[in-house]
């Protein structure tokens, strides 16, 4: 659905991705893991546009690649919430809300429910802990409906708690509606947790270097075989 073909981008003199290629399929989840300033976020901000100035080629469904085309969902690093407007009034933020506004309503209560963010729609992002902030940015992607999902490490400001709470209100949403997701992180737990397929690039300027199924996806904790398939991987990165 997404082909990613020879991807090069750089800031002046320093090369933050080099021949990068990634083929993503619709409904499948991607969790990309690499070390600090591989690239990662320089990744997701060429597919969401804010990034004009690259290398290579990307198409969506065999044609040639344009943000504005598609609808795209980013959680950036930073939530990327208004200060200044409501819980509510950043989850409606994507909307324009005469069209279908009862079938709308009603969808986005259902993700407010599952993300557990009721009661929060009337403070504003400054009022919030760092978990609920996340999952309101989640449920405004979620809400979206987006052909494709962005997420910048979205869970790695959280304590260990919050974000194992955080990932599974994630992947019972995502089981619903089966968006095409990339997610990025540097923690191989996660990545583990939350991927069907991991990516694992090497440090900057960043390339693929491991292409790797899940067997794990969507299988209840088994904590001993999900331990033993991290060491694997972090065998595989060769980091140091
Ligand atoms: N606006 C910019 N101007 C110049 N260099 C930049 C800019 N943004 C990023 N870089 C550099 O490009 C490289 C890749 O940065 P990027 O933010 O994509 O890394 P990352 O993999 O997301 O890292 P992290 O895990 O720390 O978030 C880094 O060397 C970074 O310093
Ligand atoms: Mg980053």
Same mark, same amino acid.
């Given at each position: 659905?997404?082909?990613?073909?020879?991807?090069?981008?750089?800031?002046?003199?320093?090369?933050?991705?080099?021949?990068?290629?990634?083929?993503?399929?619709?409904?499948?989840?991607?969790? $990309?893991?690499?070390?600090?300033?591989?690239?990662?976020?320089?990744?997701?901000?060429?597919?969401?546009?804010?990034?004009?100035?690259?290398?290579?080629?990307?198409?969506?469904?065999?044609?040639?690649?344009?943000?504005?085309?598609?609808?795209?969902?980013?959680?950036?690093?930073?939530?990327?919430?208004?200060?200044?407007?409501? +819980?509510?009034?950043?989850?409606? $933020?994507?909307?324009?809300?005469?069209?279908?506004? !009862?079938?709308?309503?009603?969808?986005?209560?259902? +993700?407010?429910?599952?993300? !557990?963010?009721?009661?929060?729609?009337?403070?504003?992002?400054?009022?919030?802990?760092?978990?609920?902030?996340?999952?309101?940015?989640?449920? *405004?992607?979620?809400?979206? *409906?987006?052909?494709?999902?962005?997420?910048?490490?979205?869970?790695?400001? $959280?304590?260990?708690?919050?974000?194992?709470?955080?990932?599974?209100?994630?992947?019972?949403?995502?089981?619903?509606?089966?968006?095409?997701? $990339?997610?990025?992180?540097?923690?191989?737990?996660?990545?583990?947790?939350?991927?069907?397929?991991?990516?694992?690039?090497?440090?900057?300027?960043?390339?693929?270097?491991?292409?790797?199924?899940?067997?794990?996806?969507?299988?209840?904790?088994?904590?001993?075989?999900?331990?033993?398939?991290?060491?694997?991987?972090?065998?595989?990165?060769?980091? *140091?």
């Amino acid at each position: 659905m997404l082909t990613i073909e020879n991807l090069s981008v750089r800031y002046g003199e320093t090369e933050a991705l080099n021949d990068f290629s990634l083929n993503i399929r619709k409904g499948n989840i991607y969790s $990309l893991i690499g070390p600090s300033g591989c690239g990662k976020s320089t990744l997701l901000k060429v597919l969401c546009g804010i990034i004009k100035s690259f290398e290579g080629k990307i198409s969506f469904n065999d044609k040639p690649f344009n943000p504005n085309d598609i609808k795209i969902g980013y959680v950036p690093q930073q939530y990327g919430l208004l200060d200044w407007k409501t +819980v509510k009034e950043n989850i409606y $933020l994507p909307f324009k809300l005469d069209k279908d506004k !009862e079938v709308i309503e009603k969808e986005i209560k259902e +993700v407010i429910k599952s993300l !557990e963010i009721d009661d929060l729609q009337n403070r504003y992002p400054s009022q919030l802990s760092g978990g609920q902030n996340q999952r309101v940015a989640l449920a *405004r992607a979620f809400i979206s *409906r987006p052909d494709i999902l962005l997420m910048d490490e979205p869970f790695s400001s $959280l304590d260990t708690f919050t974000s194992a709470i955080s990932q599974r209100l994630f992947l019972s949403l995502w089981q619903k509606y089966k968006v095409t997701t $990339l997610f990025i992180t540097h923690n191989i737990h996660e990545a583990v947790s939350i991927g069907e397929h991991i990516i694992i690039m090497s440090k900057a300027p960043g390339k693929i270097i491991h292409e790797i199924e899940n067997p794990l996806f969507n299988v209840e904790e088994y904590e001993e075989d999900k331990l033993k398939f991290v060491a694997s991987i972090i065998q595989k990165t060769g980091y *140091r």
